[in-house]
């Protein structure tokens, strides 16, 4: 076995053959004329010339093996629905599903945007995308009207498929009614609507636009529609994901070098075995759920679990209960459902069989040492694997390798710079590289980004180069926005982002979007969101607003009303999701002589911090009335 030091310094080294070798993880129908092509930095372009499809990788391929093996299991707990379908019955749905799309107007390179819930259909709709050579764009169930109109009209859909409704405890959460305000906001509109009719909650078709998925696939019960081979540069999916403005950016993902990277990254850094059970926790509204619940699992032959409900319905134990029933061996999850778990009885950790159980994944969000410990010890020592990535890379910058070579973790690290990421730690200001042990630094991704990271900004590469690779003086260097250190060892630490990018329990969110949609409440003058630490969310957003008529301020029963007018804003435009913990009233906001809004002395005094220099505010006593805003009672 090859030490992970060697393995890594090959994949920096010798990048070429390194990345040749792993391509013989998946099928291609044409083999790859040339494994990297960077001659127009900051653009890689992984593979090209080979085609391939990545449904044929994750479905197709797995037929002649294992057909009548578990691929997809379908778990509800809301609607007490556990469905389980073969590699066969999976291959039978998505051509269905490939088949109703087609027969919709939608061709290769066209837009699918798939607004669902997490149910079985929402994975077909993905795959059937892939197989028809079709760009899909799915947007998070959370998100309200708002936030899917910027999407429709970013992406430009020729179809949208959705749902009745998903559910959250026990109760329907209707989409179609904020989809149909949604295509009423935007500028684009959809040739076609395919709706799944859970019967959860009542639908108004629209005449000539609105399809039912039940009626469509009994008609197409028997569609065979073979995969469409693209080149391994083909866009398979934009995914948006939010920045330091308003408007989000579709993070666009290639074909060949995703399905290669997610291919490895099963065998070195996640370990799971085809015919085995992957179950991930997260959303396919999110990364970790394209890469590891959809793609990643069915491309290693795995089986995975889709979870529809929260943690601790029925009870606390029902992951565990999962585990034991479905074998799983590689569970995903986030440091936020483990402080859920953490507040249930620990008895439920005892009462499954896990032995099943290799390793518990955590990602997303710092994994606090308390978290960990405590779900460390639950498991009986069963390995906690950090992993720290981005919707960008699609898979680990940072994580430990077992699959190379056994190595240890570190509380508070999520490992070393996985194989094919040259992981700088810079200087902010000169952009210098700090090669010392325990400097603090803006961790950046010396070009080409590895095979599965984004391609581009959909449709905007001028701000895919601006936002990600112009941030460093003088050098063409990824910045990942976030702060860390290294220690002698060569595991990282994550300080926090350099942005104004928060994390609430494991969502990234944009202060700037939360701002606008505040801002668009009349009486809303101006307002700025921070991000707050909190013990178990991670983070939640708090917003301090000038009001336009602030006759009532002094009126605690007036100021309570507005604050729960404002945050139905948000929800409303955005999603409860993005819905501020606290929105409090202020007359004016800290900033600079030149007008810059100091979130980050506001950020400090909310979390009880010095706010450092200020000599440049303008106006001290704004941060004095936040301060007694937030300040305890005593
Ligand atoms: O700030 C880092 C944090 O989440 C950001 C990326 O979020 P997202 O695009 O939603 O992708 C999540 C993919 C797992 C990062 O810039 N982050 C992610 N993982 C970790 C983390 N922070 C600390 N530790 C992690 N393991």
Known sequence: ????????????????????????????????????????PPFARWFAGGTTNLCHNAVDRHLAERGDQPALIFVSTETDQ????????????????????????????????????????????????????????????????????????????????????????????????????????????PKAVLLVDRGLAPMKLVEGRDQLWGALREANLNAQVPCEWVDATHPSYTLYTSGTTGKPKGVQRDTGGYAVALAASMRYIYCGNPGETFFSTSDIGW?????????????????????????????????????????????????T?????????????TKYDLSSLRTLFLAGEPLDEPTAKWISEGLKGKPIVDNYWQTETGWPILAVCNGVEPTPTKFGSPGKAVYG?????????????????????????????PPGCMQTVWRDDARFVNTYWSSVPNKLVYSTFDWGIRDEDGYYFILGRTDDVINVAGHRLGTRE?????????????????????????????????????????????????????????????????????????????????????????????????????????????????????????
């Open 337 to 349: 459902a483990v402080r859920v778990l953490k507040k249930q009885d620990p008895a439920y950790l």
């Open 514 to 634: 939360i701002e606008e949609a505040i801002s668009s409440h009349p009486n809303v003058a101006e307002v700025a969101v921070v991000g707050v630490a909190d013990q178990l969310k991670g983070q939640v957003a708090m917003a301090f607003a000038v009001l336009k008529d602030a006759g009532q301020l002094d009126d605690p029963a007036a100021m309570l009303k507005l604050e729960g007018e404002v945050m139905k804003v948000v929800d409303g435009s955005l999603g409860a999701v993005a819905r501020p913990e606290r929105v409090r009233f202020v007359t004016v906001l800290p900033k600079t002589r030149s007008g810059k809004l100091l979130r980050r002395a506001v950020q400090a005094v909310c979390e009880g911090r010095d706010p450092g220099d200020l000599t440049t505010m303008e106006d001290p006593a704004a941060l004095q009335q936040i301060k007694d805003l937030v300040a305890p009672v005593v």
């Open 421 to 449: 990421y040259n992981v700088k730690l810079l200087d902010d200001q000169t952009g210098a590289e700090l090669t010392g042990a325990n400097q603090k630094g803006v961790i950046a991704i010396e070009g080409p980004l």
């Open 287 to 335: 990364v970790v759920g394209h890469s590891y619940i959809i793609y990643g699992p069915l491309i290693g032959g795995m089986a995975t679990i889709m979870y529809e409900g929260t943690p601790v319905r029925p009870d606390g134990g029902i992951w565990w209960q999962l585990v034991e029933k479905y074998k799983v061996t590689v569970m995903f999850s986030a440091p």
């Open 1 to 40: 076995m090859a030490s992970y030091a060697d393995f890594y310094r090959r994949s920096i080294d010798d990048r070429d053959a390194f990345w040749a070798e792993q391509a013989q993880l998946i099928d291609w129908q044409t083999p790859p004329q040339t494994v990297c092509d960077y001659s127009n």
């Open 82 to 189: 556990e469905t389980i379908y073969t590699f066969r019955q999976l291959h039978a749905e998505v051509q269905r599903m490939a088949a109703v799309l087609q027969g919709l107007g939608v061709k290769k390179g066209d837009r699918v945007l798939i607004y669902m819930p997490m149910i079985a259909e929402a994975c077909f709709a993905m795959l059937a995308c892939a197989r028809i050579g079709a760009i899909h764009s799915v947007v998070f169930g959370g998100f309200a009207s708002g936030s899917l109109a910027t999407r429709i009209d970013d992406a430009e859909p020729t179809v949208i498929v959705s749902a009745d409704a998903g559910s959250r405890a026990g109760k329907p959460v209707p989409y179609k009614h904020l989809l149909d305000e949604a295509i009423q906001l935007a500028k684009h509109k």
